[in-house]
């Protein structure tokens, strides 16, 4: 039987990752809400949700773990052409609300329908004012033509989802966010399922345990929030 969080439960009252059910995507528990203070208890654990609209919200935790490490990004010859010569700018937390917008409509899960419901792109949004989450956006010509954003938690980056209206838009989003993670020292971008576009850019599975490993080694008990600016 899954275990069901119920809304008046503590936000870490979560069952131990290691029960998550042996599947690819490792669906953990249903229920519970999407207050800032439960997923931050989630996140510091491996744990996050996806669901889709009329489903109870549902808790994974996948083994293995898809993670980039920002030393291991693979810039391709064709992407450095791209940064060089197409003109792009990429900024921070300009327009989260727009990106997460953008994110919902680009059907960039594998499954069927979105999965950024409203209520998680206003869960998000409040993480967002608490700052925690953060959006990389990429222009071209003035206009918002790709991005990505998820929450940053220490030293470690969770990615939720990424868009693009323009080819390698979120793949310059994504550069210029390993660029901003390296000069804060960030060991780990979590990714959390696999893809075989993001193994083409570097990134890899690793074992949950290991996973597990890097969130407690980067994580402290209360993570500072954090700046933003434009990438130059």
Known sequence: MIPWLKPTDPPEAFPPVTSA????????CVG???????????????????YSEGQPILWWSPDPRMVLFPDEFKVARSLGKVLRNRGFRVTFDTCFDSVTAQCAGSGTRSREGTWISPAMRAAYGELRRLGHAHSVEAWLDERLVGGLYGL????IFFGESMFSTVTDASKVALHGLVHWLRQRNVALIDCQVASEHLFTLGARLIPRADFIAQLERGIPAHAPDTSSGEVR
């Open 152 to 155: 940053l938690l220490g030293r």
């Open 32 to 50: 519970g809400d999407l207050r800032p203070q439960r997923l931050l208890a989630a996140y510091r654990r491996g744990i996050f949700p996806w």
């Open 21 to 28: 059910l042996t599947d690819p995507d490792g669906l953990l």
